[in-house]
């Protein structure tokens, strides 16, 4: 993989490549953005860039030091990762010892610490050290999706990058080129928010699971029947809740959006669940279009509620069952 390969944050790629040219790449950068827009495949691709024997600006992908970077074989690359959902003390010691020690192959040793933010105060501390006098053929770049979870004196001495979510449109296309059809690609990249990882590896019968669960909660919506208590049925409280909340709820917002455009009997062509459309056409009179948008403004309240971290639970039981009556 190299910088093309990479969808989504251009202005990024566009700062490391003009780095790479000028031969001033930082000795520390902070990579930080949501998961799965590529923050470690691009922290992979520098280091390859830099001990490229081919090329400038990006990896070439074929000469012996890129392929043996791929192939996590390449001394002067390596890539620090949690274990037990914690980086230690030990595993920075052991990177400041190598870090002081001379390429062994390549250009620059580079080392990638994946999720900083899960540094032991200890690790940071430690860590600290190497920042302020870091050897000038090391480099250490750093990933985190909460820069405020790292000591504030370490991120203060990293250039920080800050990397965006992928738009759906990237997603959508990069889908299609994997072998999606249009239709798919368009659901699946409305539901991962912006995450390209989440979106390659989510299966279609895992989002078919979920349309039906928003299909049925609709139909409770527009039947009259207990919505509050069917969100109960359909949700716990364990790890996963809000996220599968915030799936669902989006489903059942383009669900929504869709009966509107029936009941205005133009637009079907832009209608996001097409499969749905004759059995939304059999309910489109039970609603009015006043109600039928409340009721979608009630549904995206909730859901950018979930966005700004406000209780699941909460919503659920005390939203639902106040404005709709069980």
């Given at each position: ?98 870090a ?42 750093l ?12 991120r ?8 965006s ?17 249009e ?17 390659m590896?989510?299966k ?13 909660l ?78 979608l403004?009630?549904l ?27």
């Amino acid at each position: 993989m190299s910088f093309n390969n990479i969808i989504g944050n251009s202005r990024v790629k566009n700062i490391l490549k003009k780095g790479l040219k000028r031969e001033r790449v930082p000795n520390s950068l902070l990579f930080l953005g949501p998961g799965g827009v590529g923050k470690r495949e691009t922290a992979l691709v520098l280091a390859k860039a830099m001990n490229c024997l081919s090329k400038s600006d990006d990896s070439c992908e074929e000469c012996a030091n890129c392929r043996a970077i791929n192939e996590n074989k390449f001394p002067d690359v390596l890539v620090l990762a949690p274990e037990k959902d914690m980086i230690g003390i030990d595993e920075i010691r052991m990177l400041k010892q190598v870090a002081y020690l001379r390429p062994m192959v390549g250009k620059g040793r580079v080392f990638i610490v994946l999720e900083a933010e899960k540094m032991t105060e200890p690790a940071s501390n430690s860590f600290l050290k190497i920042l302020e006098e870091p050897p000038l053929f090391s480099h250490i770049f750093l990933t985190s999706r909460n820069p405020y979870l790292i000591l504030s004196t370490v991120r203060s001495r990293c250039q920080i990058l800050t990397f965006s979510q992928i738009s759906r449109k990237d997603i959508q296309k990069e889908l299609i080129n994997n072998g999606y059809d249009e239709y798919k690609a368009g659901l699946i990249s409305l539901l991962v928010k912006g995450n390209l990882e989440q979106a390659m590896n989510l299966k279609w019968e895992d989002v078919q699971s979920k349309r039906q669960r928003a299909w049925e909660l609709f139909q409770a919506l527009t039947g009259g029947k207990n919505a509050a208590g069917m969100f109960k049925k359909f949700f716990s409280s364990g790890k996963e809740f809000r996220k599968e909340l915030e799936q669902i709820l989006e489903i059942l917002i383009t669900l929504m959006r869709d009966l509107l455009l029936i009941k205005s009997s133009r637009g079907w062509e832009l209608l996001l669940n097409p499969d749905y459309a004759d059995k939304m056409g059999e309910t489109a009179g039970v609603l009015s279009v006043e109600k039928s948008m409340a009721y979608l403004k009630l549904l995206e309240s909730i859901h950018y509620s979930l966005q700004k971290r406000v209780n699941a639970n909460l919503l659920v039981s005390s939203l639902f069952s106040e404005i709709i009556p069980g």
